[in-house]
């Protein structure tokens, strides 16, 4: 395929080791641009306006909302999402990158194997 054409002749591990440090930095990068947007979000109008609703689904989702970081990297497409959205409520960040690097583990299996 041409639009990997950079890969061929690489060896297996650079490959590898690349890929494993883009899984590892995407997670993370999309909550914090979530925060940021977020954080404007609260700060506008709108957020004024919804004002104790958003407050109560913050609360929501920083109690249950691990389990779905967790679950969203078996989904194709719906990771990026999650991850913004959690950003986004600024859901605690603590609570979100256990799930993400634990989602690597089965990938790191695969790779051995």
């Known amino acids: 395929m041409p639009q990997f054409a950079f890969l061929e002749g690489q060896p297996f591990w650079v490959i590898y080791c690349t890929l494993l440090v883009v899984i590892l930095l995407r997670a993370p990068a999309t909550y914090w ?6 954080a404007g ?8 306006r919804l004002g104790p609703k958003l407050d109560s ?12 970081v967790t679950l969203s990297f078996f989904t194709v497409g719906m990771q990026t999402a999650i991850n913004l959205s959690a950003g986004a409520v600024r859901m605690r960040f603590p609570a979100t990158s256990p799930p993400s690097s634990s989602a690597v583990w089965p990938g790191r299996a695969c790779g051995a194997w």
Request: aromatic share 4%; no cysteine.
């Open 41 to 48: 979000v609260t700060r506008s109008r709108m957020g004024r």
């Open 57 to 68: 689904a913050k609360r929501r989702i920083d109690r249950y909302g691990a389990p779905v």
């Open 33 to 38: 641009i979530g925060r940021g947007l977020g």
